[in-house]
């Protein structure tokens, strides 16, 4: 389901004090597929709070304050979704005959909510797949429907019609509706939501035939929003880096990786900045150039011990065997001198 969706999930800046309330409808031809018939998963902000499948046939809560709801609430809700799953399986053999499809596994799908920013702006949208990929869309500045494939033409001509008006329609659930639900589940779950863990920094580098990379990852903070980017000299920014999506860890808080390569210049430094909600500034993180180890130091002392060591035997011998042949060439060579010896003569008797 989920890799499904992150195709038609839009991208877009969310504030550290914003809030969202996003739900996602799927709907497959293939009882057999490992997958429900129909299913409901919704989300405020990152936390997965209701979660419908036709196996169960029931709407469940996924976090304890969604239990501060009134009562009526989950049986209200139930009921819904058995309706629309209904619904959204006339719909998924609907779509198949219109691309020619008499069987396999196909999926429809529905991504749609709103979002409260932290400077009070609002923000809809509702977004429609098939197999995974985008079919149509609601444009929220004329509340008409957009169609990504032929196919879809079809129903947005139907939905745009003076008769029907259906993103009008919308319009009000996306801007009131949704934003009133929104509150109230804030509300029951702000300290959960908005709680805030500091971030971890850690930055390394790597130098190779003169370019340097640098790596920044910041891990362990909560909410999700952060910006993490490296600068040169604590001023300038690097024009161009690298950085991962941020991801989240097992214990509900994120993660961050951002990797810049530059060209070493003697006088350069070079820092991670990080910025987020539980900060009261910015981190700034330098790099240093890695020190060597004791180990490595008392590694380098032993091998110039070791090379002085080998140049004074070295020198010692070469200096022995110097003196050696100066004892040698120092008696004179009596020929050259003109001397003669005469043979010792034999006394007579």
């Not at 997958?35 to 979660?51: A, C, K, M, T």
């Not at 719909?91 to 429809?108: E, I």
């Not at 008409?144 to 019609?161: F, K, L, V």
């Not at 150039?289 to 020198?315: C, D, F, M």
Request: charged share 25%; with cysteine; net charge neutral.
């Amino acid at each position: 389901m989920f890799p499904l969706i992150v195709l038609l999930l839009p991208l877009s800046a969310v504030y550290a004090d914003s809030h969202s309330l996003h739900y996602y409808y799927m709907a497959v031809s293939a009882p057999g597929s490992g997958l429900p018939e129909f299913s409901i998963v919704g989300y405020v902000d990152d936390r997965e709070i209701v979660n419908y499948n036709s196996d169960s046939g029931r709407m469940i809560s996924k976090v304890q304050w969604m239990e501060k709801v009134e009562s009526g609430y989950w049986e209200r809700n139930t009921q819904a979704a058995k309706a629309q799953g209904g619904a959204y399986k006339y719909n998924v053999k609907t779509l198949m005959s219109r691309f020619n499809q008499t069987g396999g596994f196909h999926s429809y799908q529905v991504m749609y909510g709103c979002e409260l920013r932290d400077d009070g702006s609002i923000r809809g949208h509702m977004q429609y797949g098939y197999d995974g990929r985008e079919f149509m869309s609601l444009d929220t500045r004329t509340w008409t429907y957009i169609s990504t494939m032929a196919e879809a033409q079809i129903t947005t001509q139907r939905w745009n019609s003076p008769e029907v008006q259906w993103g009008k329609r919308k319009k009000k659930y996306l801007e009131i509706e949704c934003i009133e639900w929104l509150k109230k589940y804030v509300e029951n779950g702000r300290e959960d939501l908005e709680r805030r863990v500091r971030p971890e920094v850690k930055v390394s580098g790597q130098e190779r035939d003169g370019i340097l990379t640098l790596h920044c990852q910041a891990y362990g903070f909560h909410p999700k929003p952060v910006h993490v980017k490296w600068m040169k000299n604590g001023v300038d920014d690097l024009p161009t880096y690298q950085s991962t999506p941020v991801l989240p860890n097992p214990d509900r808080t994120y993660q961050i990786r951002v990797t810049a390569e530059v060209v070493t210049n003697d006088g350069d430094s070079y820092s991670c900045y990080v910025d987020h909600s539980s900060l009261k500034e910015p981190l700034l993180v330098p790099w240093e150039p890695p020190k060597p180890s004791p180990w490595e130091i008392q590694v380098a002392v032993a091998v110039v011990v070791i090379a002085l060591l080998g140049a004074g035997i070295a020198g010692f011998l070469l200096y022995r065997k110097k003196k050696a042949g100066c004892r040698t060439t120092s008696k004179p060579d009596k020929s050259l001198l003109g001397y003669k010896e005469t043979p010792h003569k034999a006394e007579e008797s």
